[in-house]
């Protein structure tokens, strides 16, 4: 999303410096993350090597876990995809941040939603207008 509104207001606003950055998830979340990556390629490799892990807990293996066996391939990249796709989630915080000379005019965080490129226009060009008259104001 950041690219494409960055350029949409290239395109309007040329002389505009963007810049874009991460924002990071919150501990929890980023630990979550990391903790199920661990579980991921523990489980893979368990799965590409042929260990049941449930037979060390005493715990009855889930049939999920024999199909996995008998169908490595399908299973290891099933696993891999939907880990990959939890994790992604658990990182990604969505953020949207709007600043205009270090004054924050737009927070998807705040509102939780992205604005529409009409929207961040109207935004963007209040904030030049008001930006323009305080300084034709301060120059008088």
Same mark, same amino acid.
């Given at each position: 999303?950041?690219?494409?509104?960055?350029? @949409?207001?290239?395109?309007?606003? &040329?002389?505009?410096?963007?810049?874009?950055?991460?924002?990071?998830?919150?501990?929890?979340?980023? @630990?979550?993350?990391?903790?199920?990556?661990?579980?991921?390629?523990?489980? @893979?490799?368990? %799965?590409?090597?042929?260990?049941?892990?449930?037979?060390?807990?005493?715990? &009855?293996?889930?049939?999920?876990?024999?199909?996995?066996?008998?169908?490595?391939?399908?299973?290891?990249?099933?696993?891999? *995809?939907?880990?990959?796709?939890?994790?992604?989630?658990?990182?990604?915080?969505?953020?949207?941040?709007?600043?205009?000379?270090?004054? &924050?005019?737009?927070?998807?965080?705040?509102?939780?939603? %992205?604005?529409?490129?009409?929207?961040? *226009?109207? %935004? @963007?060009?209040?904030? *030049?207008?008001?930006?323009?008259?305080?300084?034709?104001?301060?120059?008088?």
């Amino acid at each position: 999303m950041f690219e494409e509104f960055s350029n @949409l207001v290239r395109q309007r606003y &040329p002389a505009v410096m963007i810049e874009g950055d991460h924002f990071p998830p919150t501990a929890l979340k980023a @630990l979550g993350a990391q903790v199920l990556s661990m579980v991921k390629i523990g489980l @893979l490799l368990c %799965i590409v090597i042929g260990y049941n892990p449930f037979n060390m807990f005493g715990v &009855p293996t889930p049939s999920i876990y024999t199909w996995a066996i008998t169908n490595k391939i399908y299973a290891c990249m099933m696993l891999f *995809f939907i880990g990959n796709a939890i994790e992604g989630q658990l990182i990604s915080t969505g953020a949207f941040e709007v600043y205009f000379n270090d004054v &924050p005019v737009w927070s998807k965080l705040e509102v939780g939603r %992205i604005p529409s490129p009409q929207e961040l *226009f109207q %935004i @963007l060009d209040s904030q *030049f207008r008001l930006s323009s008259s305080s300084h034709s104001s301060n120059t008088l």
